[in-house]
């Protein structure tokens, strides 16, 4: 059996590689050709920066980044490819993004786009090559349960784990996917072994911004694909009292306290919600943010096991940077579920995801929707 769990030798197994141009997809590519394997490089070409590519430093997938993928590629001798996905980014991820603010929601791009170019689309292409697995520079680990199945672990490394993202994973292509870098304990080894591998990337900062927002100004972008999401409406207390005016939906988020130009009140006042069909902007003091119950839609459990109306206990993240906390898990309708947590938590944006953990395994999760103070729930401190 070799590394990567196949029954062959290293040269008779292909895999290939999703090359971003960072350090990390650019390290695995190395490293496993350095092991044997037969490797193929394939970069996507997702959206066109024009002639600002090549000067954005922190950015993924635009044309500095591709030269640099091109170059690793070259310098370890394997194949390599573009592939023109920007068409269908545009669509599943950009146009996905900006509905998303219209409807009040704080996106996930990066998610949907594990969830479709990548994911779906990509590993199509590497079944196409013929390839015996697809592996990426995430963080992640990939782990075989008691009955040989493959499951979703956070990296050994805490701070750099991605598992929130990879909720939407399926369990075929999970079968199908390998995480190189999951096991190491920090960013510091991913760059030894560039450097290793004499890559120039070794030292290449790590992206900060949405790829396709790379000066981060995504107010801006929303704007101009949709420009009805500039428009000023009302910011109203939770008992609809007028506050003030706001400059567009867009300029805000659930749990945002700076930058609402309100004066004279008691206490500070966050955003508690967004109600896009009256454009307004819901403010209130923190205690207003406290919810219990959460509830989402597009439920991925990456086992096929289904919740009954027992439900299940599991650790939920409700956005990518908090730590998880628990809750239980119940069936709503189809593709749906409800979750209690058992203390409340504050800021839960609908447009998130709540991530399911039990330990250190992934079990899947769902898109925010809605959440609520349960009856009679007390408020965390």
């Known amino acids: ?66 030269y640099d993928a091109r170059k690793v590629a070259e310098d370890i001798d394997i194949p390599y490819y573009v592939l023109d996905y920007e068409s269908r ?34 590993l199509e292409t590497s079944h196409d090559l013929g390839a015996d697995c697809m592996a990426t520079g995430h963080y992640v680990q990939r782990k075989l349960g008691a009955n040989g199945q ?26 199908f996917l390998r995480f190189p870098l999951g096991h190491l304990m920090s960013k510091a080894e991913t760059r030894a072994l560039a450097a290793k591998f004499g890559l120039e990337v070794a030292d290449k900062p790590d992206s900060q911004d949405i790829c396709f927002v790379p000066d981060g100004k995504y107010a801006r972008l929303v704007e101009r694909l949709r420009p009805e999401a500039g428009e000023p409406g009302q910011i109203v207390d939770v008992d609809g009292n007028v506050m003030g005016d706001h400059r567009g939906l867009i300029h805000y988020t659930v749990g945002q306290r700076r930058g609402l130009n309100i004066g004279g009140t008691a206490e500070p006042l966050y955003v508690v919600k967004l109600v896009p069909e009256k454009r307004q902007v819901v403010v209130g003091p923190k205690a207003a943010l406290a919810k219990k119950l959460v509830y989402v839609k597009d439920l991925n459990w990456l086992d096929g096991d289904q919740i009954d109306e027992n439900g299940v206990e599991v650790e939920v993240k409700l956005r990518s940077a908090m730590q998880p906390t628990t809750a239980t898990v119940y069936p709503e309708a189809a593709g749906e ?45």
């Not at 590394?3 to 695995?28: H, I, N, Y």
């Not at 599943?92 to 998610?111: H, K, L, N, Q």
């Open 337 to 381: 579920a409800r979750i209690e947590l058992h203390d409340a938590q504050f800021g839960i944006a609908p447009g998130q995801a709540g991530v399911f953990y039990q330990g250190e395994r992934v079990l899947g999760g769902g898109w925010i929707t809605r959440e609520e103070l349960m009856a009679g729930a007390a408020t965390a401190a």
């Open 150 to 175: 493959a499951q979703l672990h956070r990296a050994a490394d805490a701070n750099r784990d991605q598992s929130y993202f990879l909720f939407t994973t399926k369990q075929e292509q999970l079968d």
């Open 1 to 66: 059996m070799n590394s990567l769990g196949f029954d062959k030798a290293p040269e008779d197994t292909r895999v290939v590689v999703a090359m971003s141009g960072g350090v990390d997809s650019s390290a695995v590519a190395a490293l496993l050709k350095s092991e044997g394997y037969d490797v193929v490089g394939i970069t996507l070409q997702l959206y066109d920066m024009g002639a600002n590519a090549p000067t954005r430093a922190k950015s993924c997938c635009a044309g500095r980044d591709i």
């Open 89 to 122: 980014f545009r669509e599943e991820v950009i146009d996905d993004f900006a509905d998303s603010y219209m409807r009040g929601e704080t996106p996930i791009p990066c998610v949907k786009c594990n969830q479709t170019v990548k994911f779906r689309d990509l």
